[in-house]
C-alpha cells in the first residue's frame, strides 16, 4: 500500500474502502443520484467537463453521465479496487488513481463534485483540499456533504474520527471571495421516492470578475 499523510486515507485506501464497494449497489442508487443532479444542474449552465473528487465506483458519475451524456468525465479515487470498477463501467474516462491530497490541479473543469467525501477528510487538510477543489473550476463547485454549523466528530461505524461534520460550504466562500451561493437543499432518508442519507448539497458558482 502506497503511504499516505493521514489515518484517514490508509482507512479508505484498505480494506475498509474495498469493503464499502460492496455496500453500494447502482441498482439502488442510480435513480436516486439522476434525481438529486437533476434538481442541481437546473441551476447550472454550458457544462461540458465535470470532475469529482472521491468519486468511488463512480456511482454519482453514472447519474451525471445519463444527464449529460456529452460531458467529459474525470474522477479522482484512492482505492485501487473501486478504479479496477470505474474504468470498466465508463466506455470513456479519465481516472486518476491516487489521494486527493496528492492530486495536481493542473487542469480546471466546469463543475467540480465532491460528494460524502469532505467528511471523510482530516480536519487538518481541509484547507488544501478546499484550494484543489477551487482551483480545479473555472464556474461551478458542487458539495454534497452532512451538514453542521460547527464542526463536530461523529463515530462512523464504530470508528473514531473517520467523520466529521462542518459547513463546509460556508467555509469555502469564507476562503474565496469570488465564490457565490447559488442553490442549496437537503435529502431526507426517509423521502418517499428517491431518499440520500440526509445530505446537504451546496451549488457554488465563481463570479465573473
Known amino acids: 500500500m502506497k503511504k499516505y499523510s493521514t489515518d484517514q486515507e490508509e482507512f479508505w485506501a484498505g480494506e475498509f474502502g474495498n469493503k464499502y464497494i460492496s455496500r453500494n449497489s447502482e441498482k439502488i442508487y442510480l435513480s436516486k443520484n439522476i434525481s438529486l443532479f437533476t434538481k442541481i444542474f437546473t441551476h447550472t449552465s454550458e457544462i461540458a467537463s465535470i470532475i469529482e473528487f472521491g468519486s468511488n465506483i463512480g456511482l454519482n458519475l453514472k447519474a451525471i453521465k445519463t444527464l449529460l451524456p456529452s460531458a467529459d468525465l474525470r474522477a479522482i479515487e484512492i482505492n485501487q479496487d473501486a478504479v479496477k470498477v470505474l474504468k470498466q463501467s465508463f466506455d470513456r474516462i479519465t481516472v486518476f488513481s491516487e489521494s486527493i491530497l496528492q492530486y495536481k490541479t493542473d487542469v480546471s473543469f466546469d463543475f467540480v463534485l465532491i460528494k460524502g467525501v469532505l467528511i471523510h477528510i482530516n480536519p487538518n487538510k481541509l484547507k488544501i483540499v478546499y484550494q484543489k477543489l477551487y482551483d480545479s473550476s473555472k464556474k ?6 452532512y451538514y453542521n454549523p460547527t464542526p ?5 461505524r464504530g470508528f473514531k474520527n473517520r467523520l466529521f461534520k462542518r459547513d463546509f460550504a460556508g467555509e469555502l466562500m469564507d476562503r474565496f ?3 457565490a451561493l447559488v442553490d442549496y437543499g437537503f435529502v431526507y432518508h426517509r423521502d418517499n421516492n428517491f431518499p440520500q442519507d440526509d445530505l446537504t448539497w451546496f451549488l457554488l458558482e465563481k463570479k465573473l470578475k
Open 177 to 179: 471571495n469570488d465564490l
Open 140 to 145: 461551478y463547485i458542487c458539495l454534497v456533504e
Open 152 to 156: 463536530i466528530k461523529v463515530s462512523y
